[in-house]
């Protein structure tokens, strides 16, 4: 399992420039004009993880392979998008199925570039975004509830009913300017409406984009609901431009611990609740990312998803362990090595060997 962010914001807030420092690419345009990005642009990027490389020189693998992460980015939306101002609401779609929604949001000064609506203030962008998101999704309810309501009528009415009032109910809290992720469903009417693909549902964070002194940082927060990451995307782009050996350097003599990509996979799992358990043995070692949460069999499921229902018992360590002992041998002599059913929930950092039928 990987998981997906679809990048929104207004034009010219450096989307497309934290874009391609985020996948050390040159794919997006980032010029210096709004709706310079025409077609939507989409990088899957690795998960950094120190741990792979200590677990595959215990166990000699011959292939590391780091669970991945998909940016989507999209172009910059303007206020009237969903009525069909400018080039955003077009690549909506484009963004429909990803896992979470990352909104960029400028909080940088700089008289050479444009912004398109000749001031910088955050939390009105902010403002314009959700409310656009907010009316494209409401497009989509109005249409599915006109037909809920005209398939309830006569013999269909016990059957549709359900779909009509949680689609009214939703209707209602767009309309009022508030996300859908708002509203308190049950499992049923969660599942009608997931079949939506609601922009607002998704799970949203704010990367608020300062120059490369943070300016701006402490007093730019545009909504307590959600998580913010503070990161200069010009920085980072300066970053991207380094070898790995050679940016890791310059953020040591910065004072800096993290990157921009790693500071929003960072706050993208914990905003998903994602956890990530490890493989290890002599062909590769492999990081697998979960829901927090998911018990054993789900887990080998994502490998391979036989692995479910032919499911036994799983081997587990830590990967602490795992490496201080020195593998699998060595952890089931220690007494380190855990012998987990299928009610066992796997933790972030174990290491699992999977028995399967």
Known sequence: MSFSLGIV????????????????SKQANAANYPFCTIDPNIG???????????????????????????FVDIAGLVKG????????????????????????????????????NNRIDPAEDTAVINTELALADLQTVEKR??????????????????A???????FDQLQAGAPARELDLSDDEMRLVKELHLLTMKPMLYVVNVDETGNMKLETRVDDTAPHVYISANLEAELAD????????????????????DKLISAGYQLLELITFLTSGEPETRAWTVKRGTKAPEAAGVIHTDFIKGFIKAD??????????????KLRESGKMRLEGKAYEVQDGDVCYFHIA
Do not use: C
Not at 242 to 261: D, N, P, R
């Open 44 to 70: 899957v990027v690795e998960v950094p993880d120190d741990r792979l490389q200590k677990l595959a020189v215990v166990s000699q693998s011959q292939k590391i392979i780091p669970t991945v992460i998909e």
């Open 145 to 162: 509830l006109k037909a809920a309501k005209t398939s309830a009528k006569g013999a269909g009415a016990k059957e549709w009913q359900p």
């Open 9 to 24: 914001g207004l034009p010219n807030v450096g989307k497309s420039t934290l874009f391609n420092a985020l996948t050390r």
């Open 242 to 261: 380094l070898s790995l050996e050679e940016a890791k350097q310059y953020l040591k003599e910065s004072g800096m611990e993290q990157t921009g990509l």
């Open 81 to 116: 998008a969903a009525e069909g101002q400018g080039l955003g609401n077009k690549f909506l779609s484009h963004i429909r199925e990803v896992d979470a929604i990352v909104q960029v949001v400028r909080a940088f000064s700089d008289t050479n570039v444009i912004h398109v």
């Open 316 to 329: 587990v360590a830590n990967w602490q362990d795992f490496v201080a002992v020195g593998g699998w041998a």
């Open 164 to 170: 009509v009032d949680v689609f009214q109910k939703v």
